[in-house]
């Protein structure tokens, strides 16, 4: 897979996050953003080719680095497996799937369960939206027959999740953030997995999780190793290669998405992984779409106090000296072009600085406009409810608070129309 040194051999077999008022502070720049497209003064004048085969990948090295972490060089072998015999629901007009995405290791196990709906009616392999829950496959829909997710998940009274174990109790308890009947209706798959079945989201020395069973073992760590938000945005990409084999899904048209948390960990994929032909940011604020350089909402010293495991250690040497760091969010988004992208941003969502997200996709243009591509035309924060789309980036900033709404899904699937159509789909 693009852009990994995990190295898998696959067999084929039969919170939400933070909501506080902003810092206070006026949101100015700290510092100016680091140049995109810089470069050697010994080669040639910008261009795809030369973003491509030298400036990419020193930003996605910067990246690996001094932000998320570095996957460890380890050979894994990775085997899907049936869960459970595909079915019908949704009174015929849906087909359901259960996955179990086996990782090996010298004994040790891994099992993350992938749940996948595709529309019964279909005429061929189908595009699929893919992206990480938070509280198990079982609170996407209330649908009886699926499994209820064994995993460490965090705590919600709201729907029943106590104990940092999920019950009955909470099926269908996060339906509302997915709306599968609607996204199977307009001709798409949803394929979704437990963010926690890849890492336990909190912080024990990584000895849990993926972590456990690649490595590094804990006391050989070093700065630059990988946190949970990298484990994450790797079992995306294990996901996608699950859905190259299946015939029902048209791998070419595979949308990686995600809230909060689990937005930056799928810009982190999408970055990296050039399979995802789209890449859309919910509400993903700092170390997601936001710049760092802003001093509004949550701020570097906040996250890493807060969650000191979802980045690299060396991370945490930027606390209170973002303008120190070798990159900005604005190059996280750099590196999905020239594919479409999506940010969005919730006006009452001032904690994940909503203008910090927009200006970084603002400024991410310049390599989006190497490829001729239309690119978001100032740095005026777009009408609230009024979604924009140019050329292959797409923002809105909706009224409301911190979640993933119908409305979010509702532009998510109006701009993979437009995006995907134009991809020829497989005779």
């Known amino acids: 897979m693009t852009g990994w040194v995990l190295l898998i051999l696959v067999c084929i077999l039969t919170y939400t996050g933070c909501q506080r008022n902003g810092s206070g502070a006026t949101g100015t720049l700290i510092a100016p953003l680091p140049g995109i497209l810089v470069t050697p003064a ?66 040790d196990t891994l099992i993350m369960g992938l749940l996948l709906f595709l529309p019964a009616e279909r005429t061929g392999p189908v595009p699929v939206f893919l992206g990480l829950n938070f509280y198990g496959n079982h609170t996407v829909h209330p649908d009886t ?64 999780g993926v972590h456990a069973i690649l490595g590094p073992e ?3 760590r070093d700065s630059a190793d990988w ?17 190259e084999t299946d015939p029902d899904v048209d791998a070419g048209r595979v949308a990686v998405a995600g809230h909060s948390r689990l937005g930056k960990a799928a810009l982190w994929a999408g970055a990296q992984d050039e399979r995802f032909s789209l890449v859309i940011s919910n509400n993903s604020g700092c170390g997601g779409a936001a710049l760092s350089r802003r001093a509004y909402g949550e701020r570097v010293t906040d996250i890493n106090t807060t969650f000191p495991h979802w980045f690299a250690k060396r991370f945490h040497a930027y606390n209170g000296n973002e303008r120190a760091l070798p990159v900005d969010q604005h190059m996280l988004l750099a590196l999905i072009a020239p594919r479409p992208l999506y940010v969005a941003s919730a006006e009452n969502d001032a904690w994940a600085d909503p203008r910090g997200e927009y200006l970084s996709l603002y400024h991410a243009g310049r390599v989006y406009a190497l490829y001729g591509e239309k690119t978001m035309s100032d740095t005026t924060l777009p009408a ?36 995907f159509t134009k991809k020829q789909q497989p005779s």
């Open 218 to 220: 804990p006391a050989l």
């Open 384 to 419: 609230t409810d009024q979604p924009v789309w140019t050329g292959k980036m797409g923002y809105h900033i909706r009224s409301g608070d911190h979640d993933l709404t119908l409305f979010d899904w509702e532009q998510y699937l109006d701009f993979a129309d437009l995006h």
């Open 42 to 107: 010994d080669t040639p004048e910008n261009s795809p080719e030369v973003w491509e085969q030298l400036r990419r990948e020193e930003i996605l090295d910067l990246f690996r680095e001094h932000v998320y972490g570095r996957v460890p060089e380890t050979e894994a072998e990775v085997c899907f497996l049936e869960a459970v015999p595909e079915s019908e629901m949704l009174e015929g007009n849906a087909i359901r799937k259960e996955v179990d995405m086996v990782v090996s290791r010298e004994g």
């Open 145 to 208: 027959d699926i499994r209820i997710t064994g995993s460490w998940v965090m705590n919600n009274e709201e729907i029943g999740i106590t104990e940092n174990r999920a019950t009955s109790g909470s099926r269908g308890g996060k339906s509302g953030r997915w709306p599968v009947e609607k996204i199977l209706s307009r001709g798409y798959g949803l394929a979704t997995m437990c963010y926690c079945d890849i890492d336990p989201d909190f912080d024990d020395g990584f000895r849990n």
């Open 227 to 243: 946190g949970s938000i990298a484990a994450w945005a790797w079992g995306l990409s294990v996901a996608m290669d699950y859905l």
